[in-house]
């Protein structure tokens, strides 16, 4: 679910990546 996180912080990785985290950290 591609769903904007307002509390993960876009770091310009694949939104779905740090989406699917939740906690902003980006592969």
């Known amino acids: 679910m591609p ?3 307002p ?3 876009v770091k310009g ?3 779905t990546l740090w ?3 939740g906690q ?3 592969y």
């Open 7 to 9: 509390l993960a912080p």
């Open 19 to 21: 989406v699917y985290n």
């Open 13 to 15: 990785a694949g939104t």
């Open 3 to 5: 769903t904007p996180n």
């Open 24 to 26: 902003g950290d980006a």
